[in-house]
C-alpha cells in the first residue's frame, strides 16, 4: 500500500501550507498514521502522528506549535497544517501507516508498517 503526498510548494519563510496524505481503495480509519520528513543532508526522520482511535497526536519539538496533523474522515485523508515556515523546514515531506501511536516514541522510521512503501513525497521549500 502506498499513501499519496500532495500539497507542497514553494513559500516565504512565515507562510502556510497544507499538505495532504490521501489512501485510495482503503480507509485511513482505524489507522495510526505518521508525517516524516528528509531535509538536505540528514536523514528522514518522523516530526508527527496521529492516533488511531481518538486522535490523539504528537510532535517532534522541532515543529510543535507550528505545525497540525489532523483527519479528514468524508475526504479520507490526514492533513498536516504546516505555519510560521522556517528555511530549515525545506524538504521532501512523506506520510505513512504507522504500527501505533500513543506517544513521542511512536513516529520513528521503525514504527511504520513494514508492507506500506514510501510514496513520492510532498515538496516543500521555504524562502528566506
Known amino acids: 500500500v502506498q499513501l499519496v503526498e500532495s500539497g507542497g510548494g514553494l513559500v516565504q519563510a512565515g507562510g502556510s501550507l497544507r499538505l495532504s496524505c490521501a489512501a485510495s481503495?482503503?480507509?485511513?480509519?482505524?489507522?495510526?498514521i505518521g508525517w516524516f520528513r528528509q531535509t538536505p543532508g540528514k536523514e528522514r526522520e518522523g516530526i508527527s502522528c496521529?492516533?488511531?482511535?481518538?486522535?490523539?497526536?504528537f510532535y517532534a519539538d522541532a515543529v510543535t506549535g507550528r505545525f497540525t496533523i489532523s483527519r479528514g474522515r468524508p475526504e479520507n485523508t490526514v492533513y498536516l497544517q504546516m505555519n510560521s515556515l522556517q528555511v530549515a523546514d525545506t524538504g521532501g515531506y512523506y506520510c505513512?501507516?504507522?504500527?501505533?501511536?500513543?506517544?513521542?516514541?511512536?513516529?520513528?522510521?521503525?514504527?511504520?508498517?513494514?508492507?506500506?512503501?514510501w510514496g513520492q513525497g510532498a515538496q516543500v521549500a521555504v524562502s528566506s
Open positions: 505513512r501507516r504507522l504500527k501505533k501511536c500513543f506517544s513521542d516514541d511512536d513516529y520513528t522510521i521503525s514504527s511504520v508498517l513494514g508492507y506500506d512503501s
Open positions: 496521529i492516533s488511531a482511535y481518538d486522535d490523539s497526536a
Open positions: 481503495g482503503f480507509t485511513l480509519d482505524g489507522f495510526a
